[in-house]
């Protein structure tokens, strides 16, 4: 059966670089024998607003519920849509009722691609943040008292569970346990945050019980965001909760260059409901129109999402195209953001070239 995958490019260069993610998915669909059967979606987008005053059609969820997986550019225009409605109504709104409860970030320094810390070379620079992406501290828990008065207070509660905890955790320890070094390390803060935190940490525990092979460290989130800076090569696997892997997700990518080549996934690993895959950078207003976007976040997106759906030789070809473009260094081919002349469309045929074979 057909693999049905929902294409939804959004705004700005979303829709610039989407076309060259859904090239280099046909190619390597093709190259491998996969049937992919794309379907194109204009809503969660803010031209879709301007038409309709809302983000998604009220049954946009019966619309994605049944796809295998689908494939996402950026969302936003401050210009004419404040960025909280676009990105509410539309990418959070997959994350939670797709209950997409793990958001997964590769950092991983690319040939011919400049890493802002000194002297890091490819191979240097490879793990996987694994973000707990329903909970924790981003709750709804919480209000304001005596506003606008001398007693006002305001209180947001971080809500954790065991379900919600242990199924993150679950799939971080999985992951660690199918890569070579089979390393889990664990964000924590339990020296300050001393009721959660400590729980966490017990809990990171109590999962490990299940999988011996796979060796553990914790770091307190403030040394370990100094450690991603200077010794990015100790990490394999980084678990952590909904706020801190929020910030370690940013920083993990940027250790490795532009953002222009970072992809993400939030995924639904039981497949109740479809996972979602797009690139980590967004609309991108400042340079949207111009055709010099890096096509690479989009087309590493289209390999994640084949890696999920279990094409993983797709993937493994997707990836060794982009990477063997960046190490050729043509400047005429290469985005300016790595150095080069080159356009959008341009470096994503030089890709989808190479993915043919
Ligand atoms: P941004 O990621 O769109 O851009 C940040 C900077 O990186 C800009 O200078 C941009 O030119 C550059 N950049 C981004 N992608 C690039 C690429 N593929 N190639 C070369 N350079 C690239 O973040 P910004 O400017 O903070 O947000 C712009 C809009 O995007 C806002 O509306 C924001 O809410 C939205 N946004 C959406 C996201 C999503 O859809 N997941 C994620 C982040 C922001
Ligand atoms: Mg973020």
Redesign the pocket.
């Known amino acids: 059966m057909a693999q049905r995958i929902a294409v939804i490019p959004?705004?700005?260069?979303?829709k610039e670089?989407m076309p060259e993610g859904v090239r280099a998915l046909e190619a390597a669909a093709e190259r491998f024998g996969i049937e992919i059967e794309l379907t194109d979606f204009d809503f969660a987008s803010c031209d879709y607003y301007a038409e309709h005053g809302q983000m998604l059609p009220d049954d946009w969820f019966d619309q994605l519920k049944d796809f295998d997986a689908l494939f996402?550019?950026?969302?936003?225009?401050?210009e004419t849509v404040p960025?909280h409605v676009?990105?509410w109504g539309s990418?959070l709104q997959f994350r939670r009722r797709f209950d997409q409860y793990v958001n997964l970030r590769p950092c991983r320094l690319l040939p011919g691609v400049k890493s802002p810390l000194a002297d890091r070379q490819p191979g240097d620079i490879d793990f996987y943040v694994v973000r707990e992406n329903t909970e924790g501290e981003y709750s709804s828990v919480g209000g304001k008292m005596f506003e606008g008065t001398e007693r006002e207070v305001v209180i947001q509660e971080t809500v954790m569970t065991r379900h919600g905890t242990d199924r993150v955790l679950r799939f971080a320890y999985e992951l660690a346990r199918s890569r070579p070094r089979k390393k889990l390390t664990s964000a924590t803060k339990s020296n300050g945050i001393a009721i959660t935190m400590p729980w966490w940490d017990e809990r990171v525990k109590a999962m490990g019980a299940n999988y011996p092979e796979v060796s553990v460290d914790q770091f307190h989130i403030d040394i370990l965001t100094a450690n991603f800076v200077m010794h990015p090569d100790w990490f394999d696997v980084v678990v952590a909760s909904n706020l801190f892997g929020d910030i370690l997700s940013d920083l993990g990518p940027a250790c490795t260059g532009?953002?222009?080549?970072a992809p993400?996934a939030n995924i639904n690993p039981e497949g109740t409901f479809p996972s979602l895959f797009?690139?980590?950078?967004?609309?991108?207003?400042?340079?949207a129109g111009k055709g010099?976007?890096?096509?690479?976040?989009?087309i590493w997106s289209a390999a994640m999402m084949l890696e999920h759906l279990g094409h993983q030789e797709a993937a493994d070809a997707i990836v060794a195209a982009f990477e063997a473009v960046l190490a050729e260094g043509d400047r005429n081919v290469l985005?300016?953001?790595v150095g080069g002349t080159g356009t959008?469309e341009g470096m994503g045929r030089a890709i989808t070239e190479r993915i043919k074979g």
């Open positions: 959004g705004d700005g260069i979303g670089v996402y550019g950026a969302v936003g225009w401050p960025d676009s990105l990418l532009t953002i222009g080549v993400s797009e690139p980590v950078h967004g609309s991108a207003p400042d340079i010099i976007a890096n096509p690479i976040g989009q985005t300016p953001d959008t």
